[in-house]
């Protein structure tokens, strides 16, 4: 690692002299704690690191948001900034640390660890040391970030300083991003400052800046404290005083001048006001003395009042970040690693982190509901185009869209197994009958139909009853009853009488992958519930999700333009659906029978399967190999926005529909039964099924023909089923299913070349018609593009152990491969007539989505390396193809934080960012990287079914590299566990480790490998017990499922034995020193 960066022992990443360092841009996790309300803050690697902060999104700013590029430029000066003034023999010296330029000598560092930033000067010029540390504050009745400063003394005798520290402008609290960025001057009229006499700043525009008869005022606002041991600090508003002729902010030529700084008759409106604090300290040599300032958000000034009086007890701010620190570390805690390679356990530490700040993380609150908690959709300094959202509530629930969402939950039940089917439900049941689904999801709301059976709760709470007669967030409802006798009781009695709905919205259009990640939810079911499969196909339990948006005829959207016929306009509002719609007074968006106007229809599992399967074998291209992008959006790819306008299709799709069939015939009940369908439905699938066999059809007559079925059905749906039901059996779904893989085997086949397998196609209209139903077309002429790896990603998941060694060598031999890097490239080169394809024309190769080294694609590629076998190929290469064991000097920033991209070697513009890592953390690279540690642990089906009963049969494929060189007491749940050297330590269900012993430190795969030969099982109970075998048998994987385990040992080595001498039930300690201090096993 290079010496500029580092881990130092508390596993912080440092960063030395980073003002010179190449820039980039982070955040703080924004995570409160569940009762807690959470405030965002990002940083950069320039001046004081923190670039802006707020509460819920931009609009809450407190410290303007400005994009990364902007925020390196600004920081240093509209950041936080220290003055320090040396009274003494040099008198008048003024000292601003943190700066770029420092002089010869200084040492600036940057500490970035998972709960905190901090920057650190020592400047011996001025003999004096600074360390500045920002962290949120956690559990509070208020929205904070705190910052605790420590300054030194590092001169021979005392010193009396005067410090003024903290923002030259802060946002008073009603504005919005627009009006500060285009109508900031004429804001300022609207501002004010309350309390400064109290030395606790309140900043609110006096009322809200609308141009309307309502006049309403502004209750909230944000806020300022300045503390040092447990008193309140003097506070500057007014910037003038400090900064008086330097406008600019430059330097602070009010502090300047000789006297004291005048805080008298400050002006408090009328101008974009500031947050200092000014202090005096008098420091003996080597003494030190931190001082601390908050900034934050309260509800109301009353709010405010309430808790300052709490946050000025002795000890409180040293308290919250203890509490901040042990926060974010339990939650990072539930993926516990200890290998041989520490940086490879900090990036699955971190990427847990990172992939529930997206996902949310399952957590189970007052009154037994489970509720994603502390998500967000990712939007940061360098996704400036993304609109985050952490409402500043306790029990805080984000935004975040359809597809990162439910991609970055499929792991979930190796942490929280109780969650059982719930994301299965939630996302299926998000599926509409045209196989689409919206984009933007809001979690999960909750309906009370019957609000008189609570009105005994009324009185408690006089504001809940408004809160129950309508669809309700989980917060709103707590926020009602906080104050009540008992709130969690409370919650209960109302979660008893309420049901969960699905808060989900259109939002931006329909993309055609969406679906596909629904099959990776159902394969991660089956690896840990594969005996409760049977009963997943038959619970007639799931929903529709109502649209308001149509798919339009391919008449209407087949529009002739001056560059030939295109497919522009698809998807098509309606005014009439969304009154339908509104009129309904719970359960909104979800399909009624009776056109809309009745009752719920309800289907099972296998019935939202169906749907998916028969809208999108409709769907397939003209020359029968790629499913079309009918919808306006593209695929996962999103910078092909282009694409859909050219008739574009994706084999992607394609293959996840293979899969989803296949794992369908696999898993539904062999026995007979029935699975109810809607009328129209079971009649779209049945007219699909006679296609399959007409083998008079080439695929543009399958294409022509099967449209026609799918808008007929579309048309009849749309604003809600009839109510006619059918009842399809499983034997004839079995054949209709069969029938559709074989189907799609032939379809796939054709996307196949020499070089691997062809990821999309557009098709140029040669010939149409103008009909009365608009354009039709009678001729495609089909055009592959160039190699993208997402296809090859998708082909190993369905590819023969020989297949995938074949396309393996094709994406090495390919442009995919960065050979500098050692990494895979999104795309190879797409020519010079690529514009139509999208805004990924319009970036430089190597850089955003053309030809980067796109981390979760990447990611997705390594993964799939691994589960198609290539084992060797993987562990030979993991010092290149995984980010946390990068050289960071390389990488630019924190080797354990994913990013986005990877700029890649073919970027011509400037060379010397080649391998450095661009827009931070919250990318679906995450979910990969942690199911790649899944997959190295435990392979694809640690449990199965055999003989009928359940089997714990894992199957790691890690490297002799991972196996620890020292044994190793920790203590990662409040037990402490002795480790014994040789041994690798994996999580499950957050709490139970697994940890596999091998002494000789051998491969766990290929030749000569060592595999599982015995267990030892320690129950949560104290009981100790031996198993030989290379498998858990049922009750034993049972009791592991059901997390009564606390620990369990795995053996690995060539042939069961007889273990029970290790197991000493009368004295475990002996047990585990024995492990500690001697070779494990040595035996096997």
Known sequence: MAQHYHFDDDDCFVIEQYNERVPFAGFLPGVAGARGRPAWVFYVNRGQAVASLGVRNKDGAFLEFHPADKAWQLTPARGFRTFVKICGSNEGTVWEPFQCGSAAGVRQCMYVAPHEVGVEEIDPRVQLGIRADTFTLPEAAVAGVVRRVEIVNNAAGARTLQIVDGLPQVLPWGLNQWAVKFMSRTSEAFMGVEGVGERLPFYRLKVWPSDSPRVERVIAGNFFAGFLDGERNAVLVDPQRLFGSAGDLSRPAGFNAGSGLDLDGQVMANQTPAAFQVLELVLQPGERRVFHGLYGHAATHETLLRFVAQAGTPGYFEAARDRNRRLIAGISRRVFTLTARPRFDAHVRQCYLDNGLRGGFPTEVPGGAQLYLFGRKHGDLERDYNDFLLQDTPFSEGNGDFRDVLQNRRMDLFFAPALDTKNIRYFFNLVQ?????????????????????????????????????????????????????????????????????????????????????????????????????????????????????????????????????????????????????????????????????????????????????????????PFGVGIEMEADRPGWCDALNGLPGIFGSSVNETIELKRLVEFTLRAMPAEVGECPLPGELADFVGRLHGLLHRHDLAPFGFWREAGALKENYRDAVFMGFSGVEAALSFAVARRFLQDVSAFLDVAIGRARTPQGIVTYFCCEVEAYEQADAGVEVTCFRQRPLPLFLEGFVHAMRVATASEARELYAAVRASELYDRKLGMYRLNAPLGDEALELGRIAAFNYGWLENGSIFLHMHYKWVLEMVRAGLFAEFHADIDKLLVGLRDPAEYGRNPAESSSFLVSSGFAVDPRQHGRGCVARLSGATVELLHLWVQLFLGSSPFVVEDGELRFRPEPTLSGSFFTMQARCVEPFDTEESIASGSAVFTLWGSTLLVYLNPARRDTFGPGAAGPVGYLLHGRDGSTRAVADRQLGAADAEALRAGRLRRIDVMLGDEPHHLQQWVTTADRSALFQRQLHQPVFSDL
């Open 433 to 621: 009958p045209d196989g689409y689904n919206p984009c933007s999801l809001r979690n999960t709301r909750f309906v009370v139909h019957d609000a008189r059976a609570l009105a005994h709760a009324f009185a408690r709470s006089p504001s809940l009853e408004s809160v129950l007669t309508r669809e309700f967030k989980y917060a709103e409802m707590w926020e009602a009853i906080a104050a009540a006798d008992d709130p969690e009781a409370l919650a209960g009695d109302i979660l008893a009488h309420a049901q969960e709905v699905e808060d989900a919205e259109f939002d931006r259009g329909y993309w055609s992958d969406h679906w596909t990640y629904l099959v990776d939810l159902l394969i991660q079911y089956a690896a840990v519930f594969p005996d409760r499969l049977g009963g997943l196909f038959t619970d007639r339990s799931y929903s529709f999700f109502d649209p308001t948006h149509r798919l339009a005829p391919r008449g209407r959207k087949y529009i002739v333009t001056p560059a030939g016929v295109r497919q522009y306009g698809a998807v098509l509002w309606s005014d009439e659906k969304k009154a339908l719609i509104d009129a309904r007074p719970a359960h909104r968006y979800k399909v009624r029978a009776q056109t809309g106007r009745g009752d719920v229809v309800l289907t099972t599992l296998l019935g939202k399967i169906l749907t998916l399967v028969a809208n999108k074998l409709a769907t397939l291209d």
